[in-house]
């Protein structure tokens, strides 16, 4: 089993949707739970990072973890073409200080 | 921001042959570098943390003396990847952090594209 799940989609949906990307984790000792995107062939944009249980709003982007169930997401209100990427979840532990991917969830938003 | 620079963005040599990617930070000092590999629908997988001025540290399964990592100043930071072959093909990204060991500060360059023929 790998330490973070992340379905790979990709995810099609119409501009203006609200998008859900979700993560689940294995290791109760990921402390710190990031949200990164990557457009194409290009590194990855930390868009998120977060402490602690419950959610934490920046404009579009609403990251959410719950360390009870050992799941984190990421929503996208109002979707534009231009949030066309791969996101990816990162996950970090404390006693190794080693940040975990997922794999990314493909988010295609269409116009 | 926080600026993170790799070269070449693309690169495709011969089997056998030694290719080097670069790695800068451009506008903050990097205390550690890291290295990154990437395989298609895959995560991001971790090969190395580099300190400046000290000996890089490998994750399990990274053959040291297959990539090569020099950490000689504070901007910059370079793999060498030795003896390419055809499975060495992948998407190399590396990181900077302004701080020692902390991964969770660390900012991400666009990647260098490796194709061994």
């Known amino acids: 089993q790998k330490e973070v799940e992340q379905d790979p989609g990709p995810l099609s949906v119409p501009e203006g949707a609200i998008v859900s990307l979700n993560c689940t984790y294995s290791?109760?000792?990921?402390?710190?739970f990031m949200w990164y995107r990557q457009y194409s062939r290009k590194g990855p944009e930390l868009l998120m990072y977060t402490y602690s249980s419950g959610n934490k709003e920046d404009g579009r982007f609403t990251a959410q973890v719950d360390k009870s169930s050992k799941y984190i997401s990421l929503f996208i209100r109002d979707s534009q073409p231009s949030d066309s990427a791969t996101y990816l979840c990162?996950?970090?532990?404390?006693?190794?200080?080693?940040?975990?991917f997922g794999t990314g969830t493909r988010l295609q938003v269409f116009p | 921001g926080a600026v993170v620079s790799q070269h070449p963005s693309r690169v495709i040599c011969k089997s056998g042959t030694s290719v080097k990617i670069e790695c800068r930070s451009l506008d903050f000092q990097a205390t550690t570098m890291f290295w990154y590999r990437q395989f298609p629908k895959q995560s991001l997988m971790l090969m190395a943390t580099s300190n400046e001025g000290s000996k890089a540290t490998y994750e399990q399964g990274v053959e040291k003396d297959k990539f090569l990592i020099n950490h000689a100043s504070l901007t910059l930071s370079t793999l060498t990847v030795t003896s390419a072959h055809p499975e060495d093909s992948s998407f190399y990204i590396c990181?900077?952090?302004?701080?020692?060991?902390?991964?969770?500060?660390?900012?991400f360059g666009p990647g260098t594209r490796l194709l061994v023929l």
């Open positions: 290791n109760s000792a990921f402390q710190y």
């Open positions: 990162a996950m970090l532990q404390s006693n190794t200080d080693k940040l975990i």
């Open positions: 990181s900077a952090s302004p701080l020692a060991g902390v991964q969770e500060t660390q900012y």
